[in-house]
């Protein structure tokens, strides 16, 4: 993420193209904000003259991959990079493999379903189905979350080892969205020993004040980890949690069944998250 471009970014500059290294990072960064970006924060924070901030946003801006808000004046990704992304995450064969289970449990619960797996440890997001009707939710297939902060996070995560889990934490942090959000290791550690006993993970406004979450993990052959699946909606929505929970399992065991067989079709590795799922075009 914006650490890791960083570090590539004050590399070697013999084999790369510094302005291209510029942009992405600014990608990277409008990513990141829930509100958008001023031009101000975006050259303050990548280091960046303000010429060649705006001139980059203005590229952007020309060619649909970032929008500019002509109330507050801040910055945001553009419909056409989001339409790009869709595209990249569409050929995954668990995108594919889910669709039926992600519907069915939309409409038996009526809520908005998420799928997600875990990549340079963070939550991203490979497919949405939102409920006719369901308030409307700040998520997107290809957005990226916090795994200490949503369902989905703590349900890929729960079962890492103490030592995998604090690499993570001191890789990626801990950032605090609202008083009910998980600001401590140990507070994490708990968390994820109830996913054990449970089988699912909650969100309970710690992400989004009024919005609950329900996670449940998606299991490969040998039994590990490689996605997640959750429904969203109001508190009030979610007031029963452990019938909501019951169901959101489900689905993800009829998932996990799904790449099981998928795998010893294809002779897949055990290990992978996307990429264990791609198909050939």
Known sequence: MLTFAMNAWTGPKTQSVPA?????????????????????????????????????LLTYQRTGYVQRCEKTGRYCLGLRLQALANQALGGTSLRSQAATILHQLMQDSGLTVHLAVMEEGEVILIDRVEAPGAPHLATWIGKRMGLHCTALGKALIAELSTSALDELIGKQGMMRHNENTIASRRALRLACEQVQQLGYAIDDEEEEIGVRCIGAPVRNGTGEVVAAISISGTKAELENIPARAARVMDAAAALSQQISAFSQERQLPSRGLVQAFQVEA
């Open 20 to 56: 291209l290294e510029r942009g992405l990072l600014i990608l990277e960064y409008l990513a990141q904000s829930r509100r958008g970006v001023t031009l101000s924060q975006l050259t303050r924070k990548l280091q960046l003259p303000r010429s060649t901030g705006h001139a980059l």
